[in-house]
C-alpha cells in the first residue's frame, strides 16, 4: 500500500469549514483513498473513500487531485463533536488497514 | 441497526495469564478484522477472516496469540501467557466485503497486564 503524509495537528474554528490535506505521491492505479477517524477512546470511523473522482457523504467531501498524488478531506461546517484524530489511508479495498500517525483535528469555539 | 460489539470492554489480568477477548460483528458482514492500539498510536493488523476462506494470519505478533470465527460470526481472539507489552486496545472490525469497502469498528477492549 502506498504511504501517505498527513500535517501532525490542525485547529478548526467550530462552524468553519476543516480541510484536511493528504499527500501520497506513490499512490497506483487501483488503490483507493480512504479517509477514517478516531474520536478520543472509541474504534475508529470511516468517513468516506474514492479512486479518482471527488465524492460527498452526508459526514465530508473528498477532492482527489486528477494526478491523485494528494486529497483533501472537507468537513463542511466543523463542530466541537468532529475533534478527533483523522487518518488518510491508501490501499487495496476489502482488505486490512495500515493507519498511519494521522492528523489531529482540534475545532475551538 | 446493531454495530460491531466486543466484550468485555476492558481486562486487567495478571502477566502470565491467557485472555480471551470477543468480537460480534454486524449480522451479514462476511469479512471481520483484528487490529491492536498500543497507547498513542496508530492501528496494528493482527489477522482477517473473510468468510470460509483460511485466514490471513500475517499480522499476529507470537504464536501466543490465536484467533477463531464461527462460520461468519462471532470470533474470539486469545492471548496465552500474557505479557506486559500486550497491553494495549484491541479492536475488533467488519465488512460487507463484496459491495462495501468500509470497515465498522467495534468499541475495542482495553488490556492491561500487570
Known amino acids: 500500500d502506498a504511504k501517505t503524509t498527513q500535517p501532525t495537528s490542525m485547529d478548526c474554528a467550530e462552524g468553519r469549514a476543516a480541510n484536511l490535506p493528504c499527500n501520497h505521491s506513490?499512490?497506483?492505479?487501483?488503490?483507493?483513498v480512504y479517509w477514517y477517524r478516531q474520536i478520543h477512546s472509541q474504534g475508529p470511523q470511516y468517513i468516506i473513500h474514492?479512486?479518482?473522482n471527488n465524492e460527498t457523504n452526508e459526514m465530508a467531501s473528498l477532492i482527489i487531485t486528477e494526478d491523485r498524488k494528494s486529497s483533501t478531506l472537507i468537513l463542511p461546517h466543523a463542530t466541537l463533536r468532529d475533534t478527533a484524530v483523522y487518518y488518510c489511508?491508501?490501499?487495496?479495498?476489502?482488505?486490512?488497514?495500515?493507519f498511519g500517525g494521522g492528523t489531529r483535528l482540534m475545532v475551538k469555539p | 441497526g446493531a454495530g460491531v460489539s466486543q466484550s468485555p470492554s476492558n481486562k486487567v489480568t495478571e502477566k502470565g495469564k491467557d485472555v480471551e477477548l470477543r468480537c460480534d460483528p454486524i449480522?451479514?458482514?462476511?469479512?471481520l478484522y483484528w487490529y491492536r492500539q498500543r497507547l498513542g498510536q496508530g492501528l496494528e493488523f493482527l489477522i482477517y477472516?473473510?468468510?470460509?476462506?483460511?485466514?490471513?494470519k500475517s499480522g499476529l505478533p507470537s504464536d501466543r496469540f490465536s484467533a477463531e470465527r464461527t462460520g461468519e460470526s462471532v470470533s474470539t481472539l486469545t492471548i496465552q501467557r500474557t505479557q506486559q507489552e500486550d497491553s494495549a486496545v484491541y479492536l475488533c472490525?467488519?465488512?460487507?466485503?463484496?459491495?462495501?469497502?468500509?470497515?465498522?469498528f467495534g468499541p475495542g477492549t482495553r488490556l492491561t497486564v500487570t
Open positions: 449480522s451479514g458482514h462476511t469479512a
Open positions: 489511508i491508501v490501499h487495496n479495498a476489502g482488505n486490512m488497514l495500515t
Open positions: 506513490t499512490i497506483s492505479g487501483n488503490e483507493y
Open positions: 472490525a467488519s465488512s460487507f466485503r463484496d459491495y462495501y469497502y468500509e470497515q465498522y
Open positions: 474514492g479512486l479518482k
Open positions: 477472516f473473510q468468510g470460509n476462506s483460511a485466514p490471513d
